[in-house]
């Protein structure tokens, strides 16, 4: 999407989790002049009910759009290995998904999601720099997924990360106070920043050694302003050949 010319994703890998077997793709090898522009898409057959895990050898395009060309409600989940701990706004058939698709939040109990989850659910959990999403086959919005209904764009924004360490209890956490609290001292928009992950200190500790009662926060800053979305992020034109990554 809104990629330049001169633009490449290199080698990519995809890795099934039920038989630990794997191929690579290098892209489109074309006999034409080398200075031809490159496609930036990736093809791969893939079996439902499996888990794949995609990683990609190079810095990732700010925006990505995913389909499943599969004509049944079956459902299949990627696993996506990113090279920096980005924050990535999740769009199906061009509407962004609320909060509540977001199964790494603290509300919907910090989990990756699973096959018994809706088509869009996700999670991103930044330590590992691994997103996790879910996509079903069918209809969806009254149109086939053989006709790229259902495809979802993920946007990737810039993110700075914040450990906090307080004296408050895991019991008593007040996310919300937090993050006004945060924006007041760094003079920015509350709703730049977002609480991914809430730990008590002994959890943290796992050695066994004594810690203070306490709690180990991580929270995500976003860029400030992003540039919009390109005028073709949501074009499904000629969409049966965007499969992975566009």
């Not at 096959?115 to 999670?123: E, M, Q, S, V, Y």
């Not at 919300?176 to 943290?204: C, F, G, H, M």
Request: negative net charge.
């Amino acid at each position: 999407v809104d990629s330049v010319p001169h633009r490449t994703l290199s080698k990519f890998k995809c890795w099934r989790a039920s038989d630990k077997r794997q191929t690579w793709s290098t892209g489109n090898l074309k006999d034409d002049c080398l200075m031809d522009e490159p496609r930036h898409e990736r093809v791969w057959m893939v079996a439902s009910e499996d888990q794949y895990n995609l990683t990609m050898f190079t810095a990732p395009p700010k925006h990505h759009r995913l389909f499943y060309f599969n004509e049944n409600p079956e459902k299949i989940l990627f696993n996506i290995f990113l090279t920096q701990p980005f924050q990535l706004e999740v769009y199906v058939d061009g509407t962004k998904l609320d909060d509540t698709y977001d199964t790494s939040s603290v509300a919907n109990g910090q989990r990756i999601p699973t096959l018994n989850d809706p088509h869009g659910a996700h999670a991103f959990n930044p330590q590992e720099r691994r997103f996790w999403i879910v996509m079903e086959g069918g209809e969806h919005s009254s149109k086939s997924a053989l006709e790229g209904g259902g495809f979802i764009l993920l946007r990737l924004i810039q993110v700075v990360q914040l450990t906090l360490t307080t004296s408050i209890a895991v019991t008593d956490f007040d996310g919300d106070n937090i993050v006004n609290n945060l924006a007041a001292l760094l003079s920015i928009p509350a709703s730049r920043i977002k609480i991914v992950s809430v730990q008590s200190n002994a959890q943290i500790g796992g050695s066994g050694r004594r810690l203070e009662a306490g709690s180990n926060i991580v929270a995500n800053i976003l860029e400030e302003d992003p540039e919009p979305l390109p005028s073709d992020a949501f074009n499904t034109d000629g969409s049966t050949e965007q499969v992975v990554s566009d």
